[in-house]
């Protein structure tokens, strides 16, 4: 039997002789090509800033910071511009409404004011008005005793005279026209609120009450210059119910430009020294005083003067006004005259300056009953001599007088200065009412 040879597996690849063989797939890939077509303007544009650019000797940052800074200020300048110009539109549209206002300081004879102008608050007359404060008073009237009864309370929100935004405040209250004394509450320092609660009595018949007026004045006290007057009341005393006590606020008006007579001001100082029983008085100096003459010295008026006063040709007449002062200083013990000096006089002025000094003999137990009467007094040579002004201090005194007699006391051997307004020598008399001079056995009463 012929042996059997296995089967021969047949391969999958083709034979190495086969006449077609089967070429790798070729993959062919197409670019595509993007044109992009560039404006010849814009190139020729972005060619000249490059070389504008290359030509500038700073790098391209420091080119674009100073660029962008540019911009940023013209932009500025613009919303600067805008803004200016709408404030000025603004500004017109006000005028054109206040125009619209009717001005009622031109309109004569007695107006309505609602019926004009329904809100006058807002027209504006050309002037603000100062905020003085106001000022809590009372009235009450006795008419068995014919007694006005005037009482000062309190003030609020007073206006500021002092550089550190405050007030030495007090009050002065009198009646007009006669006006028969002044009286003066307590100086209250550092404050825009003081609370007086003082009262002050004056003797006026029903009669006359109806005709006067009561004036309260609020001051700043000032030890070396003139106090400033801080604002003022006017009660028209004939249009109070005096059934019932007033008690009310007010606000303090601007002071009347017709105010009371200014006699001047007079400086001196007290010094007391209580273990010696010394009273020295120094007489320093008087300012605007009220002329008395016309021409020089009192009683010697040359005959041009007269003319020219006659004429009523005394424009720029401070050449012409004078008076010849001299100051008198009395002590009044218990209400009586017990002694007095004066001062040398001082020719042809309203200023004069003295700088005189007079020592009294003035127990510790005398100087508690003891009256300091000051008096300035025109010298004429020919006729009675006048009196120019008055002032008092002492135990019966008020206000700054008191005051002022008061910090000598406090202040044994030191000498105080303070500068005083003359009262006119009626007012003084009437409040002290002094008796005749002390006599001789009883000069010094213990």
């Keep these: 039997m012929p042996p059997t040879h296995p089967p021969t597996p047949h391969s999958s690849h083709p034979a190495p002789n086969a006449s077609a063989s089967r070429a790798p797939p070729v993959i062919s890939t197409t670019s595509t090509h993007t044109n992009t077509t560039i404006n010849p303007a814009a190139a020729a544009a972005a060619n000249f800033f490059n070389d504008l650019l290359d030509q500038i000797p700073l790098p391209r940052w420091a080119i674009y910071t100073i660029f962008v800074a540019g911009v940023l200020l013209i932009l500025l300048c613009c919303l600067c511009i805008c803004i200016k110009c709408c404030c000025k539109g603004k500004k017109k549209k006000r005028q054109q409404k206040t125009g619209e206002n009717i001005n009622l300081k031109g309109v004569n004879g007695k107006t309505t004011t609602a019926l004009v102008q329904p809100d006058v608050a807002d027209v504006d007359y050309g002037s603000t008005?100062?905020?003085?404060?106001?000022?809590?008073?009372?009235?009450?009237?006795?008419?068995?005793?014919?007694?006005?009864?005037?009482?000062?309370?309190?003030?609020?929100?007073?206006?500021?005279?002092?550089?550190?935004?405050?007030?030495?405040?007090?009050?002065?209250?009198?009646?007009?026209?006669?006006?028969?004394?002044?009286?003066?509450?307590?100086?209250?320092?550092?404050?825009?609120?003081?609370?007086?609660?003082?009262?002050?009595?004056?003797?006026?018949?029903?009669?006359?009450?109806?005709?006067?007026?009561?004036?309260?004045?609020?001051?700043?006290?000032?030890?070396?210059?003139?106090?400033?007057?801080?604002?003022?009341?006017?009660?028209?005393?004939?249009?109070?119910?005096?059934?019932?006590?007033?008690?009310?606020?007010?606000?303090?008006?601007?002071?009347?430009?017709?105010?009371?007579?200014?006699?001047?001001?007079?400086?001196?100082s007290l010094r007391y020294v209580p273990t010696a029983g010394k009273l020295t008085v120094v007489i320093l100096e008087a300012k605007n005083l009220k002329s008395m003459d016309i021409g020089g010295s009192s009683g010697q008026t040359s005959q041009r003067d007269e003319i020219r006063f006659m004429n009523g040709n005394i424009q720029n007449s401070d050449t012409l006004l004078f008076a010849d002062p001299y100051v008198k200083v009395q002590l009044a013990l218990d209400k009586r005259k017990w002694k007095k000096r004066k001062t040398s006089i001082k020719k042809k002025t309203l200023n004069p300056y003295y700088n005189e000094s007079f020592t009294f003999d003035v127990s510790f137990e005398q100087i508690q009953r003891v009256n300091l009467v000051v008096s300035v007094w025109d010298h004429d040579a020919m006729t009675r001599n006048d009196a120019m002004g008055k002032i008092f201090l002492g135990c019966d005194a008020t206000g700054n007088q008191l005051r002022h007699w008061a910090d000598m006391l406090s202040n044994p051997r030191r000498p105080v200065a303070q500068w005083h307004s003359l009262l006119s020598a009626q007012q003084v008399n009437s409040t002290l009412s002094l008796k005749k001079k002390i006599p001789l056995h009883s000069k010094l009463p213990f």
């Excluded at 000062?152 to 002065?172: E, H, I, T």
């Excluded at 002044?182 to 006026?204: A, D, G, M, S």
């Design 129 to 268: 008005k100062k905020q003085r404060g106001r000022l809590l008073y009372s009235l009450e009237y006795n008419a068995a005793l014919s007694e006005l009864i005037v009482g000062v309370k309190q003030a609020d929100s007073l206006m500021a005279m002092d550089l550190g935004g405050s007030s030495d405040p007090y009050v002065k209250v009198y009646i007009c026209p006669d006006k028969p004394k002044t009286c003066e509450t307590k100086v209250f320092r550092h404050t825009l609120n003081p609370v007086f609660n003082e009262q002050f009595n004056f003797q006026i018949s029903k009669s006359s009450l109806l005709k006067s007026t009561a004036v309260m004045k609020v001051f700043d006290f000032n030890r070396f210059s003139k106090h400033n007057i801080i604002g003022e009341l006017r009660v028209q005393l004939c249009n109070v119910d005096w059934n019932h006590v007033i008690e009310e606020w007010q606000d303090l008006a601007e002071p009347a430009k017709f105010e009371e007579e200014e006699l001047g001001e007079i400086c001196f």
